[in-house]
């Protein structure tokens, strides 16, 4: 890779980000398609953000990823954010457009995305296990394509009751504070369950955000969005069920050829990012 004055820099925002296999894709997928650019990442602690967001300007970086913990502190910090971005209060991509930042949200929408890779109908009842900012951006694209109902059991209902009361769509949600019992109950007629939570995220690869998928009927889909480890002890529940899963790596390719396309105006082959994910992961 060359590196001149004409380089294009992207790169990172989380805290932490050395887990984040973001650096490894794009620049792989950058190279493949000739693209004079790097991504790098940043560990940007929390007082350090709005510090961070202004580089974005002072050294022309064309744009960056925004990850935890920062996808919701970062919107003050911007000049405008896409109708995406706030109808799910947060943002996971800044584009620095002629110094102007304008904030987008590509968690929905790649999703969406791996849902329908899935051949999985966008229809009934939605479960979300958490109700971080992972989950609300879910939401928000699965009510806009059809979801008839949605609900979230988390350790802290009130923040559970906080985005329910709050999605902009007009869906019926619950919100109930996390147990097994009334995992339980609701998981029993539920279409499509989401783990939005990280347990279960390596290296911690031996937990699972709920004990049993022993209540699950045929046909219901389960679902991580964690990528590593591909198939994690909640997928092996209900793999062993006999249940359709789906991790977290499509999505997460989904979203990174968003971000290179709100970028830089490309489409990346898709099949290439997943072999290249693939390869690290397996």
């Known amino acids: 890779m060359r590196i001149d004055a004409n380089t294009q820099y992207l790169g990172l925002f989380g805290n932490p980000v050395g887990h984040s296999l973001s650096p490894l894709l794009h620049n792989h997928i950058l190279q493949k398609m000739g693209c004079n650019c ?20 002072s050294l022309n970086f064309r744009g960056v990823n925004v990850t935890i913990p920062h996808k919701e502190a970062v919107i003050p910090y911007l000049d405008d954010v896409s109708p995406e971005a706030a109808a799910c209060g947060a943002v996971n991509v800044i584009s620095n457009e002629n110094g102007r930042l304008r904030g987008y949200n590509t968690d929905g929408a790649g999703f969406i995305a791996s849902l329908q890779e899935a051949e999985v109908p966008l229809q009934g009842k939605a479960l979300f296990i958490g109700a971080g900012g992972a989950a609300r951006s879910l939401a928000v694209s699965l009510a806009a394509q059809g979801i008839s109902r949605l609900d979230f059991v988390d350790i802290d209902l009130q923040r559970a009751q906080a985005l329910a009361a709050s999605l902009p769509l007009d869906v019926p949600a619950g919100a109930h504070v996390m147990n097994e019992e009334k995992f339980t109950q609701l998981a029993r007629f539920s279409n499509i369950i989401i783990n939005c939570t990280p347990v279960g995220m ?46 977290g790596l499509s999505m997460f390719v989904h979203q990174a050829a968003l971000s290179l396309e709100i970028w830089l105006g490309i489409k990346p082959p898709l099949q290439l990012m997943k072999e290249v994910l693939l390869r690290e992961l397996e």
């Open 38 to 57: 790097i991504y790098l990442p940043f560990a940007v602690p929390g007082e350090q953000l709005k510090d961070a967001v202004n580089a974005i300007r």
């Open 202 to 247: 390596y290296p911690d690869t031996n937990k699972s955000p709920v004990a049993t998928l022993d209540m699950l009927q045929p046909g219901t889909v389960v679902c991580d969005i964690i990528y590593n480890p591909l198939n994690t002890a909640f997928l092996a529940m209900g793999q062993a069920r006999g249940l359709k899963t789906i991790n």
